[in-house]
């Protein structure tokens, strides 16, 4: 059997590190943690809790590192990641990036690759604002490229899909600012550890497994 796969996908929002993350997940059996889901999660849930990371994420800032590494931390310590795991949306800052490495090192584990997804930034702005999401089953589509079957309907679920708030034009610029100035940095922190890996965000969607493949060696 392989080794663990522990991988972290790092991009700006819109650039694809959701889809990348799940062809890795299916190609290698590892499980993908994306904390952007588990956010919406807590929102949904319309805790006290859930309405303070709301008054972030719809403004398209990051959510407190303090909150981001506690649900994190908590699902690193589940007992379903012996395989490996790959962490989509995480880290996003100089502290989640330093919680990350001492959970690491505290487990006597290690990062394989952090794989950098790339796409300039006029491509994220129309990509996003043509994405279309589940809020129920969290399936996303888009509506040049992956349409539903049936207009505004999930093809899942059912449930109907919506444009999320954080996808609108104003708030993705803002988003794109945000990583610029908080999530970039860290291309040096792993540059630097030699983890580094490129990934074309507009690579053919049928073509990512065997791109990935090639990627992951
Ligand atoms: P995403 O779905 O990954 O684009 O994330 C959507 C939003 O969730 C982001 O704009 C942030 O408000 C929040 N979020 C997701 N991951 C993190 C993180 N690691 N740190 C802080 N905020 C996050």
Redesign the pocket.
Known sequence: MRRPLRIVLLGP??SG??TQAHIISELYGVPVI????M??EAVANGTEYGKIVDS??SR??????KI?NGV?GERLNRSDLENGFIL??????TP?AEFLDGFLEEHDLKLEYVIHVTLDDEAIVKRLSNRRSCPNCGEVYHLVSKPPKKEGVCDKCGSELILRD?DRPDVIRN?LV?YREKTQPLLDRYMEKGLIKEAPGDHPMERLPELLKRVLG
């Open positions: 929002p819109g590190k959701g994306t904390t952007g889901d956010l919406r972030y994420m398209g800032e990051l959510v407190p590192d981001v994190v989509d949306g995480f880290p996003r800052s989640q954080d988003r945000v």
